[in-house]
């Protein structure tokens, strides 16, 4: 059974750093891209970054551009998203997600497309 697992969500001031990992497990998912997503209380769940099946690719949203980076290494079937220069609304619960299309050609940036989540890691960040 296919599972991801999220970690490293934490308590931060503002402009400190958090490093998230998501290792996945019942099978690899080289061959597809990733995703990482976060909601607020009362918010919708929205893109934050996300990375190509091939690795050579990375997107953001605009409002973490600068400060995030997402990574993968296949080899522990595991994806990252470094996040630096924390923000008070950076303040959500942060989930990993598997796309359900085999390389696919363009990234999606939908919640629509994304087959696997993780249960989600909390990342507060206090003034």
């Known amino acids: 059974q296919e599972q991801l697992v999220e970690s490293g969500g934490g308590l931060v001031q503002a402009g400190g750093s958090l490093r998230l990992s998501c290792p996945a497990s019942?099978?690899?998912?080289?061959?597809?891209?990733m995703g990482w997503f976060r909601q607020a209380p009362g918010k919708e769940r929205e893109f934050v970054a996300g990375i190509s099946w091939s690795g050579g690719r990375t997107y953001y949203a605009d409002s973490v551009k600068g400060r995030f980076a997402v990574s993968r290494d296949d080899a522990k079937n595991t994806v990252y998203l470094q996040m630096n220069s924390l923000k008070l609304e950076d303040t959500a619960v942060y989930y990993c997600a598997v796309d359900r299309v085999y390389r696919r050609a363009s990234y999606g940036y939908s919640t629509d497309i994304y087959e696997y989540w993780g249960q989600g890691t909390r990342v507060t960040v206090s003034s």
């Open positions: 019942g099978r690899s998912f080289r061959t597809y891209d």
